[in-house]
């Protein structure tokens, strides 16, 4: 059996965006889906998050790529999505965030950016919105007046330490 790691990132990504789905305007989040367009095509979607009042939908795309930002054309590719399926936005997943010209396209067209660890589970994961970041650990942790940060890359060199 073909390991599908990248199956796994959307699933985890869908849960993830369900559980923070307030901070969006959702209402909920549900996995993988096909919705219809506009120009008679059908679009597979990796999630679909619904707004509170359930009258508009957003698209949620999922990238799990580990050495590059996400493209200009793949943000592209949601933002016709988005359009011809009657999205009110959508939302970008990914572990690295957008490339610069992705960035002004997930601007103009109301997508969201979210960075989400690679490695990331249900339980276990960093995800990065909105100019915040959640932390989730199955893992104890301790709360005290001091405090040592230490920032890897995806290679686990350390970037830096803090201490307080």
Not at 49 to 58: E, I, N, P, R, T
Not at 144 to 153: A, F, K, L, N, Q
Request: glycine share 10%.
């Amino acid at each position: 059996m073909v390991d599908k790691v990248w199956q796994s990132y959307e699933e985890v990504a869908a849960h993830l965006l369900n559980r923070f789905a307030e901070h969006f305007s959702l209402g909920s989040v549900h996995g993988k889906q096909i919705v219809p367009g506009e120009s008679g095509t059908n679009w597979e979607i990796d999630a679909k998050g619904w707004a509170v009042d359930g009258q508009s939908f957003v698209i949620v795309e999922c990238k799990r790529y580990t050495t590059s930002r996400v493209s200009q054309a793949i943000a592209a590719s949601l933002a016709w999505s988005i359009r011809d399926a009657g999205a009110a936005g959508g939302i970008l997943v990914s572990p690295l965030g957008l490339q610069a010209g992705a960035l002004k396209v997930a601007e103009k067209e109301k997508i969201h950016e979210v960075k989400l660890d690679a490695k990331s589970t249900t339980t276990d994961y960093v995800m990065r919105f909105l100019g915040q970041i959640h932390v989730g650990t199955a893992a104890q942790v301790t709360l005290t007046e001091s405090y040592h940060i230490v920032r890897m890359d995806e290679h686990g060199n350390i970037i830096e330490e803090r201490n307080g």
